[in-house]
Protein backbone atom coordinates (compact mmCIF):
# COMPACT_ATOMS: atom_id res chain seq x y z
CA UNK A 1 0.00 0.00 0.00
CA UNK A 2 0.92 3.79 -0.35
CA UNK A 3 2.62 5.58 2.26
CA UNK A 4 3.50 8.97 2.96
CA UNK A 5 5.82 10.21 5.30
CA UNK A 6 5.93 13.28 7.26
CA UNK A 7 8.82 14.32 10.08
CA UNK A 8 7.17 14.24 13.23
CA UNK A 9 7.91 18.09 14.11
CA UNK A 10 8.75 21.28 12.42
CA UNK A 11 9.52 24.75 14.92
CA UNK A 12 9.72 28.10 13.35
CA UNK A 13 10.16 31.79 14.71
CA UNK A 14 6.69 33.78 14.09
CA UNK A 15 7.51 36.07 10.81
CA UNK A 16 8.98 33.76 9.02
CA UNK A 17 8.47 31.13 6.43
CA UNK A 18 7.67 27.25 7.72
CA UNK A 19 7.87 24.32 5.12
CA UNK A 20 6.59 20.71 5.92
CA UNK A 21 7.22 17.67 3.63
CA UNK A 22 5.36 15.16 3.02
CA UNK A 23 7.33 12.10 1.11
CA UNK A 24 6.04 9.23 -1.00
CA UNK A 25 6.82 7.26 -4.72
CA UNK A 26 5.86 9.54 -7.63
CA UNK A 27 3.91 11.61 -5.18
CA UNK A 28 4.17 14.35 -7.81
CA UNK A 29 1.77 12.01 -10.00
CA UNK A 30 -1.04 12.82 -7.22
CA UNK A 31 -2.92 15.65 -6.00
CA UNK A 32 -2.32 16.18 -2.41
CA UNK A 33 -4.31 17.83 -0.28
CA UNK A 34 -3.47 19.54 3.29
CA UNK A 35 -5.66 19.26 7.00
CA UNK A 36 -4.57 21.56 9.63
CA UNK A 37 -5.99 20.67 13.20
CA UNK A 38 -5.82 22.15 16.13
CA UNK A 39 -6.41 20.35 19.78
CA UNK A 40 -9.66 19.12 20.44
CA UNK A 41 -11.20 20.08 16.79
CA UNK A 42 -11.51 18.23 13.76
CA UNK A 43 -9.03 18.25 10.92
CA UNK A 44 -9.44 21.47 8.70
CA UNK A 45 -9.06 21.36 5.07
CA UNK A 46 -6.12 23.87 3.80
CA UNK A 47 -5.00 23.08 0.78
CA UNK A 48 -6.82 20.67 -1.89
CA UNK A 49 -6.30 19.74 -5.58
CA UNK A 50 -3.12 21.37 -7.36
CA UNK A 51 -3.20 24.08 -4.79
CA UNK A 52 -6.11 25.33 -4.31
CA UNK A 53 -7.25 26.85 -0.96
CA UNK A 54 -10.87 26.81 0.34
CA UNK A 55 -12.61 29.84 1.32
CA UNK A 56 -11.25 31.85 4.57
CA UNK A 57 -7.96 30.17 4.14
CA UNK A 58 -5.22 32.77 4.14
CA UNK A 59 -3.02 32.79 0.69
CA UNK A 60 -0.21 33.01 3.38
CA UNK A 61 -0.80 29.12 2.73
CA UNK A 62 0.46 27.11 -0.51
CA UNK A 63 1.48 24.00 -1.76
CA UNK A 64 3.96 22.53 -4.16
CA UNK A 65 4.33 19.05 -5.42
CA UNK A 66 7.35 17.41 -7.48
CA UNK A 67 9.43 14.06 -7.96
CA UNK A 68 8.97 12.30 -4.20
CA UNK A 69 7.97 15.37 -2.42
CA UNK A 70 5.07 18.07 -1.54
CA UNK A 71 5.40 20.68 0.27
CA UNK A 72 3.18 22.64 2.55
CA UNK A 73 4.46 26.07 3.06
CA UNK A 74 3.03 28.89 5.26
CA UNK A 75 4.39 32.15 4.94
CA UNK A 76 4.26 34.67 7.62
CA UNK A 77 4.04 32.40 10.14
CA UNK A 78 1.90 33.34 13.83
CA UNK A 79 1.39 31.48 16.88
CA UNK A 80 -2.65 31.05 15.46
CA UNK A 81 -0.91 28.50 13.01
CA UNK A 82 0.42 25.99 15.88
CA UNK A 83 -1.48 22.69 15.17
CA UNK A 84 -0.61 19.21 13.72
CA UNK A 85 -0.67 19.11 9.90
CA UNK A 86 -1.23 16.03 7.40
CA UNK A 87 -1.30 15.24 3.98
CA UNK A 88 -3.23 12.97 2.03
CA UNK A 89 -3.38 11.22 -1.12
CA UNK A 90 -6.10 9.53 -2.80
CA UNK A 91 -4.53 5.61 -3.64
CA UNK A 92 -5.68 5.40 -7.12
CA UNK A 93 -4.23 1.58 -7.69
CA UNK A 94 -6.81 0.34 -4.98
CA UNK A 95 -9.51 3.07 -4.48
CA UNK A 96 -7.34 3.87 -0.92
CA UNK A 97 -7.79 7.15 1.04
CA UNK A 98 -4.10 7.55 2.42
CA UNK A 99 -2.54 10.14 5.45
CA UNK A 100 0.76 11.10 6.17
CA UNK A 101 1.67 10.69 9.91
CA UNK A 102 1.62 14.04 11.05
CA UNK A 103 4.00 17.05 11.70
CA UNK A 104 3.22 19.13 14.63
CA UNK A 105 4.52 22.90 13.80
CA UNK A 106 5.61 24.63 16.58
CA UNK A 107 5.94 28.39 16.68
CA UNK A 108 8.55 29.57 19.10
CA UNK B 1 -23.66 24.58 3.66
CA UNK B 2 -22.75 21.06 4.40
CA UNK B 3 -22.96 19.95 8.23
CA UNK B 4 -22.33 16.21 9.41
CA UNK B 5 -22.60 15.21 12.66
CA UNK B 6 -21.43 11.98 14.19
CA UNK B 7 -23.67 9.41 17.11
CA UNK B 8 -23.58 6.42 19.06
CA UNK B 9 -22.26 5.17 22.50
CA UNK B 10 -19.14 7.10 23.71
CA UNK B 11 -17.43 3.65 25.51
CA UNK B 12 -18.09 0.25 24.79
CA UNK B 13 -16.61 -3.12 26.44
CA UNK B 14 -13.91 -5.41 24.39
CA UNK B 15 -15.03 -7.60 21.97
CA UNK B 16 -17.97 -5.52 21.35
CA UNK B 17 -19.77 -4.15 18.46
CA UNK B 18 -19.63 -0.27 18.12
CA UNK B 19 -22.54 1.43 15.58
CA UNK B 20 -21.69 4.64 14.76
CA UNK B 21 -24.39 7.24 12.94
CA UNK B 22 -23.30 9.92 10.81
CA UNK B 23 -26.48 12.34 9.74
CA UNK B 24 -25.82 14.98 7.51
CA UNK B 25 -27.17 17.82 5.56
CA UNK B 26 -26.32 19.88 2.95
CA UNK B 27 -26.04 17.10 -0.02
CA UNK B 28 -27.81 13.82 -0.77
CA UNK B 29 -26.33 10.70 -0.79
CA UNK B 30 -28.44 10.00 -3.73
CA UNK B 31 -26.92 12.34 -5.73
CA UNK B 32 -24.33 11.34 -8.59
CA UNK B 33 -20.29 11.94 -6.78
CA UNK B 34 -21.15 12.30 -3.80
CA UNK B 35 -19.69 10.17 -1.31
CA UNK B 36 -18.75 9.95 2.64
CA UNK B 37 -15.79 8.49 4.85
CA UNK B 38 -14.91 7.63 8.43
CA UNK B 39 -11.28 8.67 9.93
CA UNK B 40 -10.47 8.01 13.04
CA UNK B 41 -7.92 9.39 15.61
CA UNK B 42 -6.54 7.42 18.55
CA UNK B 43 -5.32 9.78 21.48
CA UNK B 44 -2.37 11.59 20.52
CA UNK B 45 -1.76 9.90 16.47
CA UNK B 46 -2.34 10.61 13.38
CA UNK B 47 -5.58 10.19 11.14
CA UNK B 48 -6.46 6.80 10.07
CA UNK B 49 -9.10 6.43 7.53
CA UNK B 50 -11.62 3.59 7.92
CA UNK B 51 -13.98 3.31 5.04
CA UNK B 52 -15.91 5.56 2.31
CA UNK B 53 -19.30 4.48 0.40
CA UNK B 54 -20.18 6.33 -2.74
CA UNK B 55 -23.77 7.75 -3.70
CA UNK B 56 -23.80 4.52 -5.88
CA UNK B 57 -23.34 2.21 -2.93
CA UNK B 58 -20.05 1.16 -3.94
CA UNK B 59 -18.26 0.60 -1.18
CA UNK B 60 -14.12 0.84 0.14
CA UNK B 61 -12.28 0.02 3.32
CA UNK B 62 -8.86 -0.15 4.80
CA UNK B 63 -7.44 -2.83 4.48
CA UNK B 64 -6.28 -3.60 7.96
CA UNK B 65 -9.69 -2.81 8.88
CA UNK B 66 -12.10 -4.29 6.31
CA UNK B 67 -12.65 -7.90 7.88
CA UNK B 68 -14.33 -5.64 11.14
CA UNK B 69 -15.86 -2.70 9.09
CA UNK B 70 -18.94 -2.80 7.30
CA UNK B 71 -20.41 0.67 5.97
CA UNK B 72 -24.14 1.25 4.38
CA UNK B 73 -26.30 4.52 3.96
CA UNK B 74 -29.62 5.29 4.26
CA UNK B 75 -30.32 7.78 1.48
CA UNK B 76 -34.11 8.88 2.95
CA UNK B 77 -32.60 9.86 6.52
CA UNK B 78 -29.53 11.12 5.22
CA UNK B 79 -27.29 9.06 7.54
CA UNK B 80 -24.15 6.70 7.19
CA UNK B 81 -23.80 4.19 9.53
CA UNK B 82 -20.58 2.62 10.66
CA UNK B 83 -20.21 -0.88 12.55
CA UNK B 84 -16.81 -1.96 13.81
CA UNK B 85 -16.81 -5.04 15.17
CA UNK B 86 -14.57 -7.06 17.86
CA UNK B 87 -13.63 -3.74 19.59
CA UNK B 88 -10.26 -3.86 21.35
CA UNK B 89 -8.58 -0.79 23.69
CA UNK B 90 -7.02 0.13 20.89
CA UNK B 91 -9.73 1.30 18.68
CA UNK B 92 -10.33 4.07 21.40
CA UNK B 93 -9.96 7.10 19.20
CA UNK B 94 -12.04 9.66 17.66
CA UNK B 95 -14.15 8.80 15.00
CA UNK B 96 -14.88 11.24 12.55
CA UNK B 97 -17.48 11.37 9.46
CA UNK B 98 -16.51 13.43 6.49
CA UNK B 99 -17.99 14.46 3.18
CA UNK B 100 -15.50 13.07 0.77
CA UNK B 101 -15.27 15.53 -2.75
CA UNK B 102 -14.35 12.74 -5.35
CA UNK B 103 -13.66 15.28 -7.52
CA UNK B 104 -10.32 14.80 -6.45
CA UNK B 105 -10.57 12.91 -3.29
CA UNK B 106 -10.24 15.56 -0.15
CA UNK B 107 -12.40 16.00 2.52
CA UNK B 108 -13.95 19.18 2.77
CA UNK B 109 -16.41 18.86 5.45
CA UNK B 110 -16.13 17.05 8.61
CA UNK B 111 -17.97 16.26 11.69
CA UNK B 112 -17.74 17.81 14.89
CA UNK B 113 -15.60 13.54 15.98
CA UNK B 114 -17.22 11.37 18.60
CA UNK B 115 -14.40 10.24 20.99
CA UNK B 116 -15.36 6.27 21.76
CA UNK B 117 -13.77 4.20 24.78
CA UNK B 118 -13.15 0.92 24.75
CA UNK B 119 -12.60 -0.37 27.80
CA UNK B 120 -14.01 -3.18 30.44
Not at chain 1, 3 to 12: D, F, G, K
Request: glycine fraction near 8%; proline fraction near 6%; include cysteine.
Amino acid sequence: SYVLTQPPSVSVAPGTTATITCGGDKIGTKSVHWYQQKPGQAPLLVIYYRNDRPSGIPDRFSGSNSGNTATLTINRVDAGDEADYYCQVWDSSNSHIVFGGGTKLTVL
Amino acid sequence: QITLKESGPTQVKPTQTLTLTCTFSGFSLSSTGEAVAWIRQPPGKALEWLAFTYWDDDKHYSPSLKSRLNISKDTSRNQVVLTMTSMDPVDTGTYFCVHLAVSAYYLDYWGQGILVTVSS
